[in-house]
Structure formats: C-alpha cells, structure tokens
C-alpha cells in the first residue's frame, strides 16, 4: 500500500455561466452506434419542461427520473442497470444531473453496466476491477462535492458506504453556476453547510497535509462569504457556492472528515436523516470538538434564518441507541482523523451516547 | 468552437513529503514488455549520484540528461523521439524529472513516440491528433505550473509555441516538496515569481471567472506567504510553494497572462532570456499597468535580496527592437486579457518601444 494516495482527478471540467449549453456537443463524440445516452435527473425537475427541454436527448436516448427522497440504495442502483442492459444491451453513457445523491446514483449505474454481480459486492475500497461506461455529473445543487468524489456513496443491505475507486470519478463534469439558482434557501443552505462542516473536520483533523489544506482553506473562505459576509444572495454567490464545493471535495484528496460526519452516521442509518440537514443537526452541538467552527456556524445559521431541528432522538428506545453508536464507532477514519490514534479511549460509548442524546 | 474551454486534467495526482519514493510503484503497471521507461532529468542532477541512484531504473530503462540551458526546442524534442524510435521502436513511457523546460520537454517527446512528422508540425491549438505515450512529470522546482499545463512549450524554427492540446497534460504528476529543498535562492526566487507575476495577470485580466479566480486567488496568497510574510525558508515553505506552482498553473484553465508575458516573449526570442528571469526583468517595470502587484513584487525581491538584471536592451540595434516589438505584438490573447478588446489603440509600437528602452 503507497503511504501517500495516487488521487485519480476528473478527467475534462468545464466551468461557466451557461455551460450546460455545450453539453449536446460534449456528449457527441462519446456516441456509440445504437447505444443511447442515459440522462438520469433529480425529481425536483420532473415537472419542469423548460428544463427537460434542454436536454439533448437523441434517438433511443433516455430520460430517467430519480426520486432521491431517500438516498440512493444499492438495490435501486441494480434495478437501474439491469433494465437498461435488457432494454440496450449496452449504452453510451449515463449523465447525471442532480444534487450528490444522484450523481453518486448516476457513478454507480456507469460502473455497474461492466461490472458484473451487485452493486453491494463493490460497497468498499477498490474493489471495482474494471472501467464503467463513460459518465458525466452536472451538479444543480451545490455543496456535497460529490463531482469531484472517488467515491459514490449507497446504502445497501449491509452497510451504508460507497465504491471507493480508481473507476468512480467521472469522465466530465459540467459546472454551470446557472443552474443552482433557483435551490430553495433550506436546501442551499443544509448543503452549503455540507461543504463548511467537512472543511472545518478536514482542516482541523490530523490526516491534513499542504494539498489538502490550500483546497480546504479557498473551500472555506468562500462558504464565508457567501454565508457570512455577503448579506443578500446574487449570481456570484451560486458562482462561488459552486466553486467552494469543487474544492471541498478536492480537498478530500489527503484528508478525512471527523466527528459531525460519524455522528451524523449513526442518525442516518437509524432515523433516515439526510446527509446535509444530519451533520447540521450533530455539528449544531459539537462545540467541545470544533469551538470556532460552532460559533461560526451558529453566525451562519442565524444569518440564513434557518430552523436546526432540535430533540430529534428524544423517545428513541435503548437499541435504537445502540445501533447509532456502533454505526457511528464503526467510522474508525474519521474519529482518527478528529481525534487521534488514541481515539477510542476519548470518544467512549458512554460520551457518544451523551452526544446523541442531546441532539 | 465551445465558448467555455472543456479543460483536459492531469488523471492522477500524489502529493506528499517522500512520495516520490513511490515511482516504482506507480510505473509499474504501465511497463509493457520490452519497451524502456525513459528517465529525462534535468542537467542540473547530472553529477549528483544519490540522486540518480534513487530513480528506479530496470532492464532497458534509459536515463537522458536534459541541457535546458536554453529552453526546449522542437529540433531536441525530434531528436530524443526519433533515436528512441530507432533504438526501442517504442517505449512504456517517458518521465520527465526537473522544472519547467525538462517537464515541457518531455511531454513533447512522449507526445512525438506516436504522432508522425515533427514537432514543428505540432506548434499550435489542437493539431496533436493522437495520445502520445504514457507520461509523468515530477517538478523539482516550482513556479511555472508546467506540471499542470495543457501546453508544452518549445521554440521552433519560426515561431516560440507550445503544442497546446488534450493529450498534454500529464497521464501522472508526482509533487514531493522534497524534491525542491536544495533549489538555488536566485532560481527559485524567479521561478516563484512566475508564478506570481501570472497569477496577477491572470487575477487583473478580462477573461477570468470564478474558477480560474479560485485557483489564482489561493497561488497568490502562498507567494505572498512564502515571499513576503515568513521571514525565513522552511520545509513548509517548499510544500506551500509546490501548491502555489499547482493552483498557478490550474488558474490558467480560464484566464490568460499579460502584458509581462507578452513583452518577455519579445526578450527571449531576440535575446534567449529564460522565462522566469525574463519575467521579473520585465515586471519591475510595470507600474503603469499593475500598479499594486509590483508595488508587492519590489518588497518581494528586496526581501529576497535579488538583483534583477537592469539596462538589458542598451545597445541593441534598431532592427532587434523592431523584432522584439512585432513578437510581442502577435500576442494578441495576452494584450487583450490584459487590456481589453480595444488593446491596439492602447499598446501601441511606440509605447512599446519607450517600455522595452527602460528594461
């Protein structure tokens, strides 16, 4: 195993007000005779025609629409593949245009159109052997860094976790910060926060490194402004919310998350909490572990005149805490990484479960 | 002709204090049976034998040694490509090892194994037609972004120009701060400064955008801090200074330089000025146009306690003049990134001319 990870990168980026406009001709030569291409499209855009125009769909190309209402599971990552290997045989490309959820929905169905068996035999670290068909993600929410992942996360019968692979990252992203305009603020904001958290576990973890850290820093430093010092919303803000996501996930290279992310683990496994709005929730109360993280956050929180779900875990039964807690322990990297090697002896079942309880 | 720029990325990454210990590892799946890895480093490790003993040379691996005391030219891109031609017929891969002119250098080699005629032929945007061989750049010097460039460039018979197209970017890079420890104050000072003086360029130009600004916004900020804010050079001075070199080079995808290239180019093609010190030549004397930048850059090279060659163009007869200003002048992306649309009716010859007098 090499001390320091060979990060695979994107392979094209394209980045522009109305970029999405060159997708027709970026997709053209990836084309392959009879092979259509698959759009796969969040739901939030399942009724808005305007946007559905502007796809370039061709012949037997198809559209798909993705309720991501729950993030997606390994099952619906087969089900898609196998109806599109029975339908095609084999297709040209899988695009997907959405938040995180359905890009890392679009990933997993490129690599599972070659890779043969299940989607839950590849839920770990390399364990895809070979290429996907060609993919493409076009985020129109930002914040996630799913674009730039090596990894697309899944919930499957097993385990919550992504294939983690060299094969994962996409072929082409397309960064348009047109298309994030019209986010809902409580979206835009529990996925913006989604970039600030895991900025603020990286920066302060122990994994960092110079790489790492000068993604992190410029991922940060726009989250501020756009969150912080700038009072009303406008195009530069998507520009830059846009951009502070690229980097945030590029900044994932040579780091880790940390605690608000293990933690917010547990509550998703358990409760079905979703991944932005879970580590506001666990991030709100983690003053002991990032002081000026939490207080910035707090600034932010009140700025964007954003509600944090409270006493969410109240009521829940013994086993129900149990389960949190062994999910979330379960993330040895990232309580490392927050910690140190010495973390079991800080973070104990009995601390954790005083944690949770009070979210 | 797409309006934003499909930027072609490096596919693979490693960053870290010792990484390049890993070479082996990472070339190792790519050597096909028989053809060489070929190692060109840079004439300045010539006598050093640790460091060569340290380059994981196998069976018919061959090590060039690259005079780069002038830059590259096509004629040595055609020679190195058509003697490994004729003794290997083909080669697993090309590893250049060294700063900008041996990484650029490289590239062109691999890039020549597969395409016919001669690098000449290249000169230009997108007129390499197909991949050339596998390729790696290690920087041991940091500053001109070559790492990360989509061009390579070279002088040819008639013209300075890069072959600037999606198959020149490196297949790997291997940034290992380490590798730049020992680099000459002098030379590591002007090559830094390239780096400073295009991130202004590019951060004061017309063409940029939020992710070009991103890059060049954070490249700035590590110039500022290894140059002028720490007092003394330390090893977390090489890391930041290698990610400076990186995010310089990554704030080219939507941006251009400017006047200081433009007027530079015109030195070294009549003179044989390198790029870094011909650089910090010229931008010494750009107050009129970058007021702020080279109000820093003077504090910079005090600092540094660097002479910055003076009264170069003194003597020079009529007819250099002329050459150097019509060189410059066939810049015409740089002029205008720099002064707009209508920059014919601002630089004019004779302005131009009073600029090159004071250099």
Same mark, same amino acid.
């Given at each position: 195993?090499?001390?320091?990870?060979?990060? &695979?990168?994107?392979?094209?980026?394209?980045?522009?007000?109305?970029?999405?406009?060159?997708?027709?001709?970026? !997709?053209?030569?990836?084309?392959?005779?009879?092979?259509?291409?698959?759009?796969? !499209?969040?739901?939030?855009?399942?009724?808005?025609?305007?946007?559905?125009?502007?796809?370039?769909?061709?012949?037997?190309?198809?559209?798909?629409?993705?309720?991501?209402?729950?993030?997606?599971?390994?099952?619906?990552v087969?089900? !898609?593949?196998?109806?599109?290997?029975?339908?095609?045989?084999?297709?040209?490309?899988?695009?997907?245009?959405?938040?995180?959820?359905?890009?890392?929905?679009?990933?997993?169905?490129?690599?599972?159109?070659?890779?043969?068996?299940?989607?839950?035999?590849?839920?770990?670290?390399?364990?895809?052997?070979?290429?996907?068909?060609?993919?493409?993600?076009?985020?129109?929410?930002?914040?996630?860094?799913?674009?730039?992942?090596?990894?697309?996360?899944?919930?499957?019968?097993?385990?919550?976790?992504?294939?983690?692979?060299?094969f994962?990252?996409?072929?082409?992203?397309i960064?348009?910060?047109?298309?994030?305009?019209?986010?809902?603020?409580?979206?835009?904001?529990?996925?913006?926060?989604?970039?600030? !958290?895991?900025?603020?576990?990286?920066?302060?973890?122990?994994?960092l490194?110079?790489?790492?850290?000068?993604?992190?820093?410029?991922?940060?430093?726009?989250?501020?402004?756009?969150?912080?010092?700038?009072?009303?919303?406008?195009?530069?803000?998507?520009?830059?919310?846009?951009?502070?996501?690229?980097?945030?996930?590029?900044?994932?290279?040579?780091?880790?998350?940390?605690?608000?992310?293990?933690?917010?683990?547990?509550?998703?496994?358990?409760?079905?909490?979703?991944?932005?709005?879970?580590?506001?929730?666990?991030?709100?109360?983690?003053?002991e572990?990032?002081?000026?993280?939490?207080?910035?956050?707090?600034?932010?929180?009140?700025?964007?005149?954003?509600?944090?779900?409270?006493?969410?875990?109240?009521?829940?039964?013994?086993?129900?805490?149990?389960?949190?807690?062994?999910?979330?322990?379960?993330?040895?990297?990232?309580w490392?990484?927050?910690?140190? &090697?010495?973390?079991?002896?800080?973070?104990?079942?009995?601390?954790?479960?005083k944690?949770?309880?009070?979210?």
């Amino acid at each position: 195993m090499m001390k320091f990870r060979n990060f &695979k990168m994107v392979d094209y980026v394209v980045y522009g007000r109305g970029c999405f406009n060159q997708l027709d001709e970026i !997709i053209a030569p990836k084309r392959k005779e009879g092979a259509p291409m698959i759009f796969i !499209i969040d739901h939030f855009f399942e009724n808005n025609e305007t946007f559905k125009a502007r796809l370039p769909l061709k012949g037997n190309d198809k559209l798909l629409i993705a309720d991501v209402t729950y993030e997606p599971k390994t099952s619906q990552v087969d089900q !898609i593949a196998d109806s599109l290997k029975k339908e095609f045989g084999t297709v040209s490309g899988i695009i997907g245009i959405g938040g995180g959820s359905v890009m890392d929905l679009a990933a997993a169905v490129a690599l599972m159109m070659t890779n043969p068996g299940k989607a839950q035999d590849y839920q770990g670290w390399d364990l895809v052997k070979v290429p996907g068909v060609y993919k493409v993600g076009v985020p129109t929410i930002s914040g996630t860094g799913a674009e730039v992942s090596r990894t697309c996360v899944l919930s499957g019968p097993e385990r919550k976790l992504g294939m983690n692979s060299d094969f994962t990252p996409f072929d082409q992203i397309i960064l348009d910060p047109e298309l994030i305009k019209g986010v809902p603020t409580n979206q835009r904001f529990y996925t913006g926060m989604d970039c600030y !958290i895991h900025c603020i576990e990286s920066l302060e973890g122990t994994y960092l490194n110079a790489f790492s850290k000068s993604y992190g820093d410029k991922a940060l430093e726009l989250c501020r402004k756009v969150f912080l010092e700038k009072k009303e919303w406008d195009d530069e803000s998507d520009e830059d919310l846009m951009m502070a996501s690229y980097a945030g996930g590029m900044s994932i290279a040579y780091s880790q998350v940390g605690v608000a992310h293990a933690v917010s683990y547990g509550l998703a496994h358990v409760l079905g909490v979703k991944h932005g709005i879970g580590n506001c929730i666990v991030f709100n109360h983690l003053e002991e572990f990032y002081p000026e993280g939490v207080k910035e956050f707090h600034q932010m929180v009140k700025q964007a005149n954003i509600d944090i779900p409270q006493n969410i875990t109240k009521g829940l039964t013994e086993e129900q805490f149990d389960t949190m807690i062994n999910v979330s322990l379960n993330m040895a990297p990232l309580w490392e990484n927050a910690l140190g &090697k010495e973390w079991k002896t800080i973070m104990t079942k009995e601390r954790l479960r005083k944690l949770y309880e009070r979210l």
